[in-house]
T-cell receptor
Framework: SQTIHQWPATLVQPVGSPLSLECTVE??????LYWYRQAAGRGLQLLFY??????ISSEVPQNLSASRPQDRQFILSSKKLLLSDSGFYLC?????????????FGPGTRLTVL | AQSVTQLGSHVSVSEGALVLLRCNYS??????LFWYVQYPNQGLQLLLKYTSAATLVKGINGFEAEFKKSETSFHLTKPSAHMSDAAEYFC????????????????FGQGTILTVHP
């Protein structure tokens, strides 16, 4: 069966510090991968999605970047965090193919920027 | 472009009462529709999905949803609420190209927080 991992689970970082959040998927190959952010009371915002190694699409301009160095690894980064980067970050995966849209989510990372 | 509207950011019911969470969608092509549940500080869990087969879809934990094309709705129901149903619920629609293939992306509603009173 497939599983998705995210770490760390929680993170408190000062403004201006760098960020690296990691997501890995097990039990499947060639998945689509996604990064979402949930800010308080604002629903889910899609940040990035990837259909393959090195292929990243950005949904909104921001202080963050994403990379996919391996097929089942997705990394969310920032060089300098802002207060507005605080939130709950979710990674998700889906099977690539025709109309296979179901996304499966990881447990999330709670990021607090002080 | 597809869109989703969840009517009511907060719904409160008594334990044992009917749960009804409303979702309306907009899509120019036959949609795939989803309901997810999120418990505090956890990821989203798939409750059920509609993929153009039966219009009444049964999911986990006793939930079901009915696809009504004429009303562009996909409301989520459960006959009898349990305390453990307290969570936030998200409706989502898949984004598709005109030919029916998928971008692989979902558009989510803003969520409905369900509170269950004893």
């Amino acid at each position: 069966s497939q599983t998705i991992h995210q770490w760390p689970a929680t993170l408190v970082q000062p403004v201006g510090s760098p960020l690296s959040l990691e997501c890995t998927v097990e039990g499947t190959s060639n998945p689509n991968l996604y990064w979402y952010r949930q800010a308080a009371g604002r629903g889910l915002q899609l940040l990035f999605y990837s259909v393959g190694i090195g292929q990243i699409s950005s949904e909104v301009p921001q202080n963050l970047s994403a990379s996919r160095p391996q097929d089942r690894q997705f990394i969310l980064s920032s060089k300098k965090l802002l207060l507005s980067d605080s939130g709950f970050y979710l990674c998700a995966w889906s099977v690539r193919g025709y109309r296979t849209d179901t996304q499966y989510f990881g447990p999330g990372t709670r990021l607090t920027v002080l | 472009a597809q869109s989703v509207t969840q009517l009511g950011s907060h719904v409160s019911v008594s334990e044992g009462a009917l749960v009804l969470l409303r979702c309306n969608y907009s899509s120019s092509v036959p949609p795939y529709l989803f309901w997810y549940v999120q418990y505090p500080n956890q990821g989203l869990q798939l409750l059920l999905k509609y993929t153009s087969a039966a219009t009444l879809v049964k999911g986990i934990n006793g939930f079901e949803a009915e696809f009504k094309k004429s009303e562009t709705s996909f409301h989520l129901t459960k006959p009898s609420a349990h305390m453990s149903d307290a969570a936030e619920y998200f409706c989502a629609v898949s984004e598709t190209r005109a030919g029916g293939t998928s971008y692989g992306k979902l558009t989510f509603g803003q969520g409905t927080i369900l509170t269950v009173h004893p």
